[in-house]
């Protein structure tokens, strides 16, 4: 038979309670430790050249976005987008804010892909004429998107972030191309 520790905590009668908190600690630093190896996200997690510049990096995480979209592997889209980020349809009018629809959050974002993206099957998406304007830890990109054969010339507004090192989407506007009368 093993003889206790001579520990304050076994002799109370509470060892089930010093066993949880062990449990309960352990299994607190797992969770940081595979949170952390699973927030590779944005530019970061698309193995880029060492040295890649930042309008690559920009460029590699529109590229990434449309071959997702294709491949409806949205686990992996949704790694490109900040917490935080939105999607907005201009609705043809980008001189008006007041008609626009958004889809605010992570959530509503995987729930658009899902719902209104996805169901349509792109079989190519593929942004071109970029434009990218970066201001230290943020990029404006105007973009012309192909969807199959439709083509929105100048269409998309991109904004990316820099966090943690990495480029990530923090918002698209898109039907920025004023509708023909």
Wanted: charge should be negative.
């Amino acid at each position: 038979m093993h003889p206790l520790p001579n520990d304050s905590r076994w002799k109370s009668g509470r060892p089930g309670l010093f066993i949880l908190s062990v449990f309960v600690a352990l299994f607190v630093i797992a969770a940081c430790v595979e949170s952390q190896q699973g927030s590779i996200v944005g530019s970061c997690g698309l193995n880029l050249a060492t040295g890649s510049s930042h309008a690559a990096a920009i460029e590699a995480v529109l590229t990434a976005e449309g071959r997702l979209v294709v491949a409806q592997e949205i686990d992996a889209l949704m790694a490109l987008w900040s917490e935080g980020g939105y999607v907005a349809d201009a609705k043809h009018t980008p001189e008006r804010t007041d008609d626009d629809q958004f889809w605010r959050g992570v959530d509503a974002i995987r729930h658009r892909y899902v719902r209104t993206v996805f169901p349509g099957a792109a079989t190519a998406v593929a942004p071109s004429d970029l434009e990218i304007a970066i201001e230290e830890d943020r990029a404006t990109v105007t973009a012309t998107t192909r969807i199959g054969d439709e083509m929105a010339i100048a269409g998309d507004r991109w904004v990316l972030v820099k966090q943690g090192g990495c480029w990530v989407i923090e918002s698209l506007t898109y039907n920025l191309e004023v509708a023909e009368p």
